[in-house]
């Protein structure tokens, strides 16, 4: 809703600037959008009167004026428009002036001839035809506004308006209009409010509107109130400038005075009004009726409407002639020759107007208004506003008489005051008297400790709701904050979201970008990482309206998404990328909601991007959530890995992830011509995982005992099931505190297809020190076990 503050001043002093007044509005639940200065690109343009005209010495279609501009001397002009004559008063834009569209003007010479400035169109100063009819539209703008030499032209234009752009919630119909905004400005500001009663004088000569119309309600749930006033000898001509110009500031384009009368009282009352022309309604009679089926009507906008029986009609005896709540009928149409007018103000069902204006896909601001919910009672006060409109610009002759049918009516809301209630709920302390003035300015009448809610407020139907009233104008930011009632207020991160920031931060910290990707892909990514046909994860959510194909499905692999940010990038010539994300997956689950789990993703490219560097960074995450005991096993089967550089991370049998170099296949899929390694960990199973919170140890009492261990094994054998060997050997000795691979051999003498594997022992007790006799055992069982699980033995 754009509302002209030149137009609220009518109703409600306020002296506050634009952005005070945005800001007091905001904060008492009227939300501005954002505010605009009508004029705020025209500078240094004023109103001229032409004193001398001759022609160009150099030219036979320019002209030299003279222009008084309010100086000390007129200015010298040099103009090619035909329409100038002595006398007439022009827009002036003078040296540096700025014109809309960032338009600059200055002097300068114009076949020789010095020119001082520029005589302005209605188009350089922003304006249309429609603003000013009388205007000629290719030539200078001759202006007939009463105005003196010298004068701003916004001034004499209107065009130093501010228009405030509000964005009115559903539940509050009764801001869509001046009056409401002015009434809520008026409480904001604790200022006065003129709500004037629309006076009509009629035309006095015995004629009554029953002479020539008569109204039914065919369907009064739809249509609880219909009313009607009749106009004759109407004179169509263009509105007043100040009409003109109020619509213009709104958004609404002029037509002429009976439509914008219509229009006018539309934004002045948030009533929506039609004018039919009365020849045009076949037996002086209009029936509020359902559309019958398989009837068609052209709208004013030239289209020929399919209705059907659920839409709500203005028909006459024969045919439909409007659409009800939503537009005009091209049947009835104001035209020049319009001698007699129909004016309708009318109450209709919200949500009837709003399926037929979608199932017709012409939502206008009429439909938009009544969708919301209108106050039945609003129409009269509309109807009177807008024959008064007509007698003030002379439009025609208002007949005596309304014409009103109540088909359906409602009680008013009453409710009570309950200040102690209203008080516990705020957390405040609001005397009861504050509640009543401030109610009161709204509209709320008193009776003893009963209120009756006005009819324009659908909204208030609650004590709640009367706090909430109370409350946005005593000032939310006035309410002082308090605990909540009943149990202590604990707010913070869940165990698991400081997890998960702190795995983030530590990436981060490692040289990984974040990155953050849709959660639904197509299968065509499925296959640009070569996942078999009939792989379980293909099977993912189907999306029912998705946006296209390449985003018809909930990802089952964070695998795509990394690829597509790599390939990206390496597109771009970025060298040396590492990505990473922590975000979900949605695994298939049979008849019911996929699985959603969280997935940490790597994914690197460029210098020292292999399989030991990524192997390194897992580690780094590993020790960050202090997991101990993880193994990897290597693995030749995944569908998007080099089959020989790939490894599956486990612990006590449970897999955490999958981490590895990416097929070449796969690379080359997203144009990659370089190796790439990619990580998936199932962060809710490493979550699942991690140690205990890291407590204080002293530093240990007793030395340390190194030894270093070599054992053949054959070549299948992997470094981490001889470590994790190792380790199952000496766990019950509890005196090993580490087993570090440190190198690995091939060659004589090791015979072949068989391989040297070192590893360098520390052992420690916390109660004494260790010797020989000590670690001989250990040693022992380690070799034991060793050559009995894996056939290694000591080289």
């Known amino acids: ?85 002595v006398g007439a008063m022009v827009p002036v834009a003078l040296h540096k002036s700025t014109l809309p569209g960032g338009v600059k003007i200055e002097k300068g010479k114009l076949r020789g001839v010095r020119s001082e400035g520029m005589l302005c169109s209605l188009g350089e100063l922003g304006l249309a035809a429609a603003d000013y009819p009388y205007a000629d539209p290719d ?30 919630t559903n539940n509050r119909p009764d801001c869509l209009s001046v009056r409401g905004l002015a009434r809520e400005s008026a409480v904001a500001f604790r200022t006065s409010l003129r709500l004037p009663e629309p006076v009509v004088k009629g035309c006095g000569d015995g004629d009554v509107i029953t002479n020539y119309l008569d109204v039914d309600i065919e369907n009064p749930l739809l249509c609880p109130r219909y009313t009607a006033r009749f106009v004759k000898n109407v004179r169509i001509a263009p509105s007043p400038e100040w009409m003109r110009r109020r619509l213009r500031a709104c958004g609404v384009r002029p037509i002429n005075n009976i439509v914008d009368i219509t229009n006018y009282v539309m934004l002045e009352y948030g009533q929506p009004m039609h004018s039919f022309d009365y020849s045009c309604i076949h037996g002086s009679r209009i029936i509020v009726r359902n559309a019958l089926p398989g009837e068609r009507m052209a709208t004013l906008d030239g289209s020929l409407r399919e209705l059907s029986p659920e839409m709500l009609v203005i028909a006459d005896e024969t045919r439909a002639i409007g659409l009800a709540g939503v537009m005009g009928g091209e049947n009835s149409e104001i035209t020049e020759s319009t001698k007699a007018v129909v004016f309708e103000s009318a109450n209709f069902n919200g949500t009837s ?19 919301k919910g209108l106050d039945p009672l609003g129409t009269l006060p509309a109807v009177q506003r807008a024959c008064e409109l007509v007698e003030l610009l002379g439009a025609g002759e208002v007949v005596d008489g309304v014409i009103d049918v109540i088909a359906s009516d409602s009680e008013p ?15 405040t302390s609001i005397p009861k008297d504050y509640m009543v003035g ?41 309410i002082e904050a308090t605990v909540f009632r009943g149990a202590a207020a604990e707010g913070g991160l869940t ?84 990505l990473f994300e922590l975000s979900k997956v949605y695994l298939p689950e049979e008849g019911g909601l996929p699985l959603e789990k969280k997935v940490l993703a790597l994914g690197m490219y460029g210098k020292d991007a292999d399989f030991y560097a990524l192997k390194g960074f897992v580690e780094a995450i590993l020790s960050h959530l202090r997991i101990k005991d993880a193994v990897y096993e290597a693995c030749k089967d995944e569908y998007a890995y080099h089959p020989g550089r790939c490894a599956r991370l486990m612990r006590g049998g449970k897999a955490l992830g999958l981490l590895g170099e990416l097929h070449p296949a796969v690379c080359g899929n997203y144009g990659i011509a370089s190796a790439v390694c990619a990580a998936e960990l199932d962060f809710d199973a490493l979550f699942e995982a991690r140690g205990r919170e ?51 051999y091939r060659g004589l003498p090791v015979p072949p ?32 076990e060793l050559e009995a699980s894996l056939g290694a033995v000591i080289r």
């Open 1 to 85: 809703m754009k509302l002209s503050r030149e137009w609220l001043s009518e109703f409600v002093d306020i002296k506050a600037s634009a952005r005070e007044y945005a800001e007091r509005m905001t904060m008492t639940g009227s939300k501005v959008e954002g505010t605009e200065e009508l004029g705020a690109e025209i500078t240094n343009v004023v109103a001229g009167r032409v004193t001398a005209l001759e022609r160009h010495e150099n030219s036979d279609h320019l002209w030299v004026c003279l222009v008084d501009v309010g100086g000390e001397t007129p200015v010298q002009i040099v103009t090619g428009a035909q329409n100038v004559s």
């Open 139 to 168: 030539g200078i703008f001759i202006m007939r506004e009463t105005c003196r030499p010298g004068q701003d032209i916004r001034e004499v234009l209107g065009l130093n308006d501010s228009v405030v752009d509000f964005e009115i």
């Open 353 to 371: 107007i709003r399926k037929t204006a979608l199932a017709l896909g012409m939502r206008t601001d009429a439909s938009s208004r009544f969708e």
């Open 413 to 427: 809301t009453r409710l009570p005051l309950e200040p102690d209630k209203i008080n516990r709920l705020l957390g």
């Open 438 to 478: 401030l109610l009161r300015e709204l509209g709320f009448a008193f009776k003893g400790d009963m209120m009756t809610v006005p009819s324009w407020r659908g909204d208030v139907a609650h004590y709640s709701d009367v706090a909430e009233e109370v409350a946005r104008f005593y000032g939310y930011d006035a």
């Open 495 to 578: 165990e698991k979201q400081r997890a998960e920031r702190e795995t983030s931060a530590l990436c981060r910290a490692m040289g990984f970008s974040e990155i953050l990707t849709y959660s639904f892909i197509g299968q065509a990514d499925n296959d640009k990482v070569n996942m078999p046909a009939g792989h379980p994860l293909r099977r993912g959510a189907v999306i029912q309206n998705p946006l296209g194909e390449d985003s018809s499905v909930m990802r089952t692999t964070m695998l795509p998404s990394m690829m597509e940010c790599l390939g990206r990038n390496y597109s771009y010539r970025n060298r040396d990328v590492k």
């Open 694 to 744: 890291a407590a204080y140890a002293p530093l240990p009492r007793f030395p340390a005992v190194l030894r270093d261990l070599a054992v053949v094994c054959d070549e299948s054998v992997t470094v981490g099931s001889l470590a994790e060997c190792i380790r199952a050997a000496a766990r019950g000795s509890g005196i090993l505190e580490d087993a570090a691979f440190f190198d690995v």
């Open 753 to 784: 297809g068989r391989k040297s594997v070192a590893f360098s022992l520390r052992f420690r007790s916390d109660e004494k020190s260790l010797s020989d006799e000590d670690i001989k055992p250990v040693m022992a069982a380690i070799l034991s």
